[in-house]
């Protein structure tokens, strides 16, 4: 089984993103030992000027970024490096909410094209990174950005997908590249 997902499209240029974060977020859960059925999320498929409302109201920044994450535990480690808390797990028929994301298209696809990545891969590692801080990763220190980037770049190989943070490679605030979203669907004009 999957994870529960419920996805917010407001930009129809994002098109079907079910076939790319679901199957994202089934990998990260998976590659932490969850049962990805037991877990929701609900992710916004948004435009910059949205996205840039949202990070202008809760992180005060006035600018559009590509992707925003609004966990709905707090699971940070007690100190740098150490692996986030587990999540308390639900069942698949009462799945435990993880939280919120918001992808922003122009910010999404231009970061693609100029990185020279595909739509997919960039997206897919967008939602990769936003799951895990849901989980309570996150980048503020060195330890914890290896930490975080190390379970990221495991976690794209699994889905065959190369390393975000590779020689001529940028991560997801700095990110990536091009064409379909979803290999089955979303995002046809980038």
């Not at 059925?37 to 910059?48: N, P, T, Y």
């Not at 000027?49 to 609004?70: G, H």
């Not at 943070?165 to 091009?178: C, K």
Request: charged share 25%; hydrophobic share 40%.
């Amino acid at each position: 089984m999957s994870v529960s997902l419920d996805i917010n499209a407001q930009e129809p240029r994002w098109g079907d993103l079910d076939p790319l974060a679901r199957p994202a977020i089934d990998a990260v859960l998976a590659h932490l030992g969850h049962d990805p059925a037991c877990f929701e999320v609900s992710l916004l498929a948004c435009d910059d000027a949205r996205i840039q409302a949202l990070n202008a109201e809760f992180r005060d920044k006035d600018s559009p970024t590509n992707v925003l994450s609004w966990p709905a535990w707090d699971l940070s480690p007690d100190a740098p490096g150490l692996m986030p808390e587990a999540p308390e797990t639900g069942s698949p028929e009462d799945p435990e909410a993880l939280g919120d994301m918001a992808l922003a298209w122009e910010t999404c696809t231009r970061e693609a094209r100029e990185q020279g990545k595909s739509l997919h891969d960039h997206v897919t590692h967008l939602v990769v990174h936003s799951t895990l801080h849901l989980l309570g990763y996150d980048h503020e220190t060195d330890a914890d950005a290896a930490l975080m980037e190390e379970t990221e770049v495991a976690i794209l190989a699994q889905m065959g997908i190369a390393d975000p943070y590779a020689e001529g490679e940028s991560g997801p605030v700095d990110a990536s590249a091009g064409a379909d979203v979803g290999r089955n669907g979303p995002g046809k004009d980038p």
